[in-house]
DNA sequence: GTGAAAGCGCTAACAT
DNA sequence: ATGTTAGCGCTTTCAC
């Protein structure tokens, strides 16, 4: 019987049980290891092994009123996966927008000693970041001075892929309702709508621009409008659901068929919505989970300061397919 | 020139930082290491303080397909509020319902010693959880053997109070479109709907009971036979708001007005759909957030094996007020 | 290849 | 009221 009944040393159990460990291990121990962990249910504490190796190997997470809001949760999420796919914890508070939440958020994670810190913001914005002596990354906004590396959705590229897929589907006069001047979605989309004519050699009509206030009723007015013209558009790009939902009240009210006699495409991809009109509403995506995931290679791997994450086509049936 | 300039020992500045030592330690010193620890910026490690204190002062909160469902996020969100008000952290993981991710989210858990585990379900029902060691409770599900206690919507009272309050603005015959039976909110919420009749002293009539699926289209055809009665129902509860939704199409199809003509209750308060009808829908709101805040209170003051939370009422255009 | 020993940053028990 | 010391459960030298 030559079994070797002399307990491994904790150095060995240690090195068998880390896979990120260096130090070489006979097969026989290894199998010995494995065995009595299986038996005894055992689990490596983790704060030990962070306080000795002195690395936490956690990442954190503030969002400001995220987990309150239906859709940006899913940075969250995305963020969660890339963190956990490589073995990281992910400590996440959202703060309901309240900044004395936000430093107590910030404390914490400092006293978790994170290796790493996600600001989130629950719609594409600028903020005011606070310093920490911790890498940090922004998502779904950016810092007003440009002090931090930020990821968030490339609105251009996802208007211009909106006013494409009008082209495409043989639109020549598409009518743009869009949100206030002063946040970043509406002046991307409306320079992402400028280049798909440009790049298609049309003019741009701009009695066809209009600008709403990202609620259904501000569209529901400024597509009777449009459709009062002489030259109506034929089709709608809307910057958001909420107002391509009002522009089918309006498209409605006026005895018209969507997609056939207007077609329109909305952004967001608020599913409750835009799955549950009818027609269904074809729309442009906001890249939220993708979003999250980058944040946490950014802070592994040191990614690039800026990124600007494309913008998907959600087809449904708002817009004729293209002949 | 008394100024003691002797460093406090460790010991010391432990206490003075530990809002929860019993330790005596004089004024003068507590200020000098306030002071020392400002200056430095010192944030105690909270791995090391949960090494050596045996406890970590962490929560576990594994959730299947919440992160990903609307507004079931609020269960997290709740459960944070309340974690950090206790000074505790709250360790978060979605599982989008995969077993093996719920599993090694379980490990994770464990590896960094939770103290308590919070189970949440993206609707309400049976599960089967795994036995872990730690103290364990159920959010929004029910284990299906009883042996963990949970904390789920009161949809008994909830169907109730949607019927009192049709009953109140005067109706006396009300439809009521249910889920399909084997839901737990489908046999509450027809329980309440009972319950409610029978305390006003009114009888029900089966006729005026449908079973829908969940969805828009199955409960717009329940309406309109409903309104094809010989004795049509003045007023309809429809089990979720989707349905809700299916209602006001059959309701305005026969060219009827809500609440005037008739009257619609939804229930859960999707507030993407609820407050943006029109009219805006009056419904029975699901307390997640609630549902969260008590899942933390239970584990750490040792609650109520099973817990039913109130559902409140969204009062909006769609019913009504008493007269 | 393996074992022994030190020490991460704290808290708690024991001295003074 | 304060200082000293041991040790939480690991990882990492360092010697063998």
């Known amino acids: 019987m030559g079994t070797d009944r002399r307990l491994p040393s904790q150095r060995d159990v240690s090195a068998v049980l880390n896979p990120s460990s260096t130090v070489k291990i006979a097969e026989a121990t290894r199998r010995r290891v494995w065995a009595a962990a299986e038996e005894l249910g055992f689990r490596p504490n983790e704060m030990a092994r962070s306080l000795r190796s002195r690395s936490s190997n956690v990442l954190g997470l503030v969002s400001s009123e995220i987990a309150t809001t239906p859709y940006a949760v899913a940075i969250i999420k995305g963020a969660q996966e890339a963190a956990l796919a490589r073995g990281m914890m992910l400590l996440i508070i959202d703060t309901d927008g309240a ?83 002063d946040f970043p979605a509406s002046t991307g989309r409306l320079a992402g709508y400028l280049d798909a004519h440009r790049a298609a050699g049309l003019p741009v009509d701009p009695r066809l621009s209009r600008t709403g206030d990202w609620w259904q009723e501000s569209a529901r007015g ?83 300061a800026t990124d600007l994450v494309p913008c998907p086509l959600v087809p449904r049936q708002s817009v004729r397919a293209p002949s």
Chains 1, 2 share one sequence.
């Open 222 to 304: 400024a597509t009777s409008e449009l459709l009062g013209l002489d030259d109506p558009p034929t089709a709608l790009f809307c910057a958001n659901d909420w107002m391509a939902m009002g522009a089918y009240d309006a498209i409605r009210e006026r005895g018209l068929g969507i997609p056939d006699d207007v077609a329109v495409i909305g952004f967001d991809n608020r599913i409750e919505i835009a799955a549950h009109l009818s027609p269904t509403l074809t729309t442009i995506a906001l890249p939220y989970r993708e979003m999250g995931r980058r944040a946490v290679e950014y802070l592994v791997a040191d990614g690039p």
């Open 99 to 181: 900044p004395e939440i936000t430093d107590d958020a910030l404390a914490a994670m400092t006293r978790w000693r994170v290796e790493g810190l996600i600001l989130a913001a629950d719609h594409h914005r600028a903020i005011d970041p606070h310093a920490t002596g911790t890498p940090t990354v922004l998502v779904n906004c950016f810092a007003a001075d440009g002090s931090l590396g930020g990821i968030v959705p490339d609105e251009r590229q996802g208007g211009r892929l909106a006013t494409e897929t009008l082209l495409a589907a043989g639109h020549r006069r598409i009518g743009f309702i869009n949100g206030p001047d």
